[in-house]
């Protein structure tokens, strides 16, 4: 069973930034890991995943240029930094694991063995 847990949520003004982080209680070593995000009455949707072994990452476009997900395999944590953040990023965010996965269908939850509690982010105007 593998434990992720988020933290790094949190309330900050349109334009302002966050990092967000999700420590695994396993090393996630061939997992594709990804945040996803859910805002009130709407699907929760993938924001951006990472292939643990290649490095790989892979972006919904509504974050692309704005958003970085990256990981350190040692310390078993993955990051989300979020910079010019908008009222439209605000939501629950969660951390998802997919065992031994290079990140083919990322965006669908289904895949996802595995998620956080998640962490409350609002972005205010």
């Known amino acids: 069973q593998v434990q992720l847990v988020e933290s790094g949520g949190g309330s900050v003004q349109a334009g302002g930034s966050l990092r967000l982080s999700c420590v695994a209680s396993?090393?996630?070593?061939?997992?594709?890991m990804a945040w996803f995000r859910q805002a009130p009455g709407k699907e929760r949707e993938g924001v951006a995943a990472?292939?643990?072994?290649?490095?790989?990452?892979y972006y919904a476009d509504s974050v692309k240029g704005r958003f970085t997900i990256s990981r350190d395999n040692a310390e078993k944590t993955f990051y989300l930094e979020m910079d010019s953040l908008k009222p439209e990023d605000a939501g629950m965010y969660y951390c998802?694991?997919?065992?031994?996965?290079?990140?083919?269908?990322?965006?669908?939850?289904?895949?996802?063995?595995?998620w956080g509690q998640g962490t409350q982010v609002a972005v205010s105007t």
């Open positions: 998802a694991a997919d065992r031994f996965s290079t990140c083919p269908r990322w965006r669908l939850r289904v895949e996802y063995d595995y």
């Open positions: 396993v090393y996630t070593y061939g997992y594709c």
């Open positions: 990472i292939d643990t072994d290649a490095g790989t990452t």
